[in-house]
């Protein structure tokens, strides 16, 4: 299998993330937007992410289990809000944070283990 097939769904899956993460939390940098127009922009790059997301998902479910793929997703997405955190909100991340976020990872490193 070229390996191609392998890294486009996951550099899809990161795109995806990056507009969903600036879709759901962007707007916290805007308190006093009006709700309406937070959500109608919201949605518009929540498009563009889902633009990214079903063709990832679709293309890699012919290399990855939907389990595989929704880890990957799970773990991709907690990398980019900690950059997201720290960057644009200027937040920073805690050790709790770091500890819970490893084992979400961990969760998705037994979804790539091969069954013996």
Request: aromatic content about 14%; overall charge positive; some cysteine.
């Amino acid at each position: 299998m070229p390996m191609m097939d392998r890294l486009l769904p996951i550099a899809m899956l990161c795109a995806s993330n990056v507009f969903m993460t600036f879709a759901w939390y962007g707007h916290l940098k805007f308190k006093n937007a009006p709700l309406v127009l937070v959500i109608l922009i919201s949605w518009g790059i929540a498009l563009i992410e889902y633009c990214f997301a079903v063709p990832a998902n679709r293309m890699g479910s012919a290399v990855y289990s939907a389990a595989q793929l929704k880890g990957m997703q799970e773990v991709i997405t907690l990398t980019v809000f900690a950059g997201f955190s720290v960057l644009y909100l200027g937040q920073r991340i805690t050790i709790n944070h770091l500890i819970g976020f490893a084992l979400i990872a961990a969760g998705a490193f037994f979804l790539f283990r091969t069954h013996n």
